[in-house]
């Protein structure tokens, strides 16, 4: 970085004072909180975060040292649980990556499908470049097998898996047909999530090189224990290829 492009020292000393009007303010939220989810502390908490990332990048900017402070991201938790105590209906939100690694797999695999006589769930349109366009057979492979399926067997179709995450968020009533087709995803409220699943390789085990393992994030109590138990049964007899912060793959209600 160039000398004119530098902070200050007094734009450092500025951020520096920042951090601790947040650092006393986080502490009187916590003194005076409600509740072990109170908003407060979470905004308070949100505040001395930002403050102390902004000062960390001037002082290395600036004098080329860094803080002890390790800011987590906001990927790394949830905010407090705000919907009903007892949900009526519950809503999943699927998101699953994948890399296509082997095009020609990809490709052989969506002609078959595609080659079946008298299939009328096949699209004529798609069918007809699934051999040739990666567009295509993608369409063909989704349109023909369940998403649970293709995560099961992404290796056949020529797919790598990346991230994936499981929303399960709580809703008042369930809703009516047809009325969030539209905008599926435009209730993914974090507030209202129960538990999350999430698949990543940044979860490996570096020391026993194990493939990603499922990290779950309980962000209210539940009535009945052995619900999540059952949940987490599921990820694991499906060796949590089945469960991801864009856009989401799949909604259920």
Known sequence: MSDAAQPTAAEVRAAAEAVKTALDR????????????????YEAFNELAAAAEEYD?????????????????AEDSLPP???????????????????VVESQRLLAQAGRV??????????????????????????????????????????EFGLEEGDSTLWVLAADEPAEPGEWLEAPFDQADPQR??????????????????????????????????????????VDAEDAEDVEDEPLEEADR
Not at 26 to 41: I, Q
Not at 57 to 73: A, H, M, N, Q, S
Not at 207 to 234: G, K, Q, R, Y
């Open 114 to 155: 595609a080659d079946l006589d008298g299939d009328p769930d096949i699209d004529t349109e798609s069918a007809t470049g699934a051999g040739s366009s990666v567009h295509a057979a993608l369409g063909v492979l989704f349109g023909e097998f369940e998403p649970d399926e293709i995560a099961s067997r992404h290796k």
């Open 26 to 41: 986080h502490l009187a939220a916590v003194e005076r909180r409600s509740g072990e989810d109170d908003p407060a502390v």
């Open 193 to 234: 999530v129960v538990c999350r699943f999430d698949v990543s390789a940044v979860f490996d085990d570096d020391d026993d090189n194990e493939a990603a393992a499922d990290a779950i994030t309980v962000t209210a109590p539940l009535e009945d224990p052995d619900a999540l138990i059952a949940v987490e049964d599921v």
């Open 81 to 99: 649980y705000t919907g009903p105590e007892e949900p009526n209906a519950l809503s999943v939100l699927i998101r699953r990556d994948y890399a």
């Open 57 to 73: 990048e001037l002082l290395y900017d600036r004098y080329d040292e860094v803080t002890p402070f390790e800011i987590p991201g």
